[in-house]
C-alpha cells in the first residue's frame, strides 16, 4: 500500500527508500531462480515423473555397460596383438577362469521360479502388515541360493547374470540389479538338472515360509515354478572393478 497523503515526511522517506530494495531483491530473486533451473520447473518434474526419470537412469546404465563391454574387448585385442609371453601366461589362466566367473554363455534344461506382489485389490482389503503382500530382496536371494545350492551351473534374475560379486538391493517397491532397477514380478532362471533344482526350491525353509504367504486369504504373494526343456544365461558384460574388496592375505 503506498504512502496516505497525510503521512508525515519520515514515513514517506522509508517508502522511497524500501521500494527500490524490494524491487531489487526481488528481481536477484529471479534471476537466481532462473539460472538455477536453467529454464526448467525447479520443482514439478522431480515428483510427477519419477517413472521417466528411472527409465532414463537404466538407459543411461545399459549405455554405459554396453561401452564398459567394447573397451574390454578392444583391451583384449590390443593385448593378445603384442606377442609377449607373460601377456599369452596371463591371457591362457583368464581363460580357464571365464567360465566358472560367469563371462561365457551357458544354456541347457532349467527351472524358473515367478514371484509376484499381490495384486493391489488384494494389498487394499488387507487387515495385516502390508509387507506381507509384497516380494523382498530376501525371497529373491533365497531362490538364487537355492539354486546355487542344487548345482545350477548359471542363475539369471530378469535376464541378468548373477556373478560371485553380484548385490540384490530392495529401494522402495524395486530391486536394483548391477545398478539397474526393476518391478516385479521376478523371474528367476537356473540352468542345471531340473529334478535336483525343484528337490531343492521345495525343502529350503526361507522358500517354505513365502509359499505360506501365497495362501493369505484375498489373495497373497504368488509363486510359480516351471521346469524348462532349455534356457540360455547370457555372459556377464558389466563392470568387473572391485572398488573395496582386497585379497585376503595368504
Not at 520447473?41 to 515423473?49: F, I, Q, S
Not at 488384494?122 to 545350492?149: C, E, F, K, S, T
Not at 563392470?239 to 585379497?247: E, F, I, V
Request: glycine share 8%; with cysteine; charged share 20%.
Amino acid at each position: 500500500m503506498p504512502p496516505s497523503p497525510h503521512s508525515s515526511p519520515g514515513r514517506r522517506r522509508v517508502w522511497r527508500v524500501a521500494t527500490p530494495l524490494v524491487v531489487l531483491l526481488s528481481g536477484t530473486l529471479f534471476a537466481v531462480s532462473a539460472e538455477q533451473s536453467d529454464g526448467l520447473d525447479l520443482r514439478g518434474g522431480r515428483l510427477t515423473d519419477l517413472a521417466s526419470v528411472v527409465r532414463a537412469e537404466r538407459d543411461e546404465a545399459g549405455e554405459l555397460t554396453a561401452e564398459a563391454a567394447d573397451l574390454n574387448s578392444q583391451v583384449e585385442a590390443l593385448s593378445a596383438e603384442l606377442g609377449d609371453r607373460s601377456v599369452a601366461r596371463a591371457q591362457d589362466e583368464i581363460a580357464t577362469l571365464v567360465d566358472p566367473a560367469g563371462l561365457t554363455e551357458r544354456s541347457g534344461p532349467a527351472v524358473q521360479v515367478t514371484l509376484d506382489d499381490a495384486t493391489e485389490e488384494a494389498r487394499l482389503a488387507y487387515d495385516g502388515d502390508p509387507n506381507d503382500l509384497v516380494v523382498h530382496q530376501q525371497d529373491i536371494q533365497a531362490v538364487a541360493n537355492a539354486m546355487w545350492n542344487a548345482g545350477a551351473t548359471a542363475v539369471t534374475i530378469q535376464g541378468q547374470r548373477l556373478i560371485s560379486t553380484t548385490g540384490i538391493k530392495c529401494e522402495g517397491n524395486q530391486v536394483t540389479l548391477h545398478g539397474l532397477p526393476y518391478s516385479p514380478p521376478y523371474v528367476i532362471v537356473g540352468i542345471g538338472d531340473p529334478a535336483a533344482l525343484q528337490a531343492e526350491l521345495t525343502i529350503d525353509p526361507i522358500l517354505a515360509i513365502y509359499r505360506d504367504y501365497t495362501t493369505i486369504p484375498g489373495g497373497g504373494v504368488s509363486w510359480d515354478m516351471t521346469e524348462l526343456e532349455s534356457a540360455v544365461a547370457p555372459a556377464y558384460t558389466g563392470l568387473l572393478d572391485l572398488t573395496y574388496a582386497t585379497p585376503m592375505a595368504g
